[in-house]
């Protein structure tokens, strides 16, 4: 089963996902957009991106575990897909922006499916990535690449939460670090692309 994109939505996403290679912090540039839907993505991207930044910095999110900058990535796909030092970007356009998708559905279902297991303290937890889950959705629903079936990535969530509340924090904790990590990587890919680099 192979994923696609049409060319108008691979047009958007280009433009939606053009963020700042220089930053340190990796926040995204303002985008030039020239219509309605086009300003409610690139907000949206925006949106996830410095919530992601700021959720990190709570004391909540990591509550009574080792200090640490351990990380845990989903896989290596997008990052082969889309490094921007990577010559294949010129070929792999499409499978760089299928895989930001299929990275959103993962992290979709991994909060959503965190948030319905037995929790530490849910009274932090739940506003704490709330708002995390709700951008991502809202992207999913409204920027999303088509998926079929047979390729959702959100069937990879489905049994990281089998653990008691301590074990699954400190996954959580390291899933969010990565997550922070993933959305460098994939500013840093697209700022490259949008730059007309990759044409060259």
């Known amino acids: 089963v192979r994923q696609f994109l049409c060319a108008p ?45 700021e959720l990190l910095k709570s004391e909540d999110l990591c509550y009574g575990l080792m200090k640490s900058t351990e990380v845990t990535l989903r896989s290596a796909e997008t990052v082969q897909a889309c490094v921007p030092s990577d010559a294949q970007v010129k070929r792999n356009l499409n499978k760089c922006l299928m895989s930001i998708m299929k990275d959103l559905a993962y992290y979709d279902a991994a909060i959503e499916t965190y948030l319905e297991s037995p929790l ?43 653990n008691d509340s301590y074990v699954n924090r400190q996954k959580m904790c390291k899933m969010m670090r990565g997550f922070h990590v993933r959305a460098i990587t994939i500013n840093r890919a697209m700022g490259y692309i949008s730059s007309g680099e990759h044409r060259k």
């Open 120 to 162: 530490y303290r849910p009274e932090k937890e739940v506003p704490l990535l709330s708002p995390t889950l709700s951008i991502i959705q809202n992207l999913r629903k409204n920027c999303s690449t088509i998926v079929e079936e047979g390729q959702d990535s959100s069937k990879e969530a489905a049994n990281l939460w089998k």
């Open 9 to 53: 939505l691979l047009l958007l996403l280009l433009q939606l996902l053009a963020f700042n290679c220089g930053s340190s912090t990796a926040l995204p540039l303002p985008l030039p957009l020239g219509n309605e839907k086009n300003a409610q993505c690139a907000q949206l991207f925006k949106s996830l991106l410095l919530n992601v930044t």
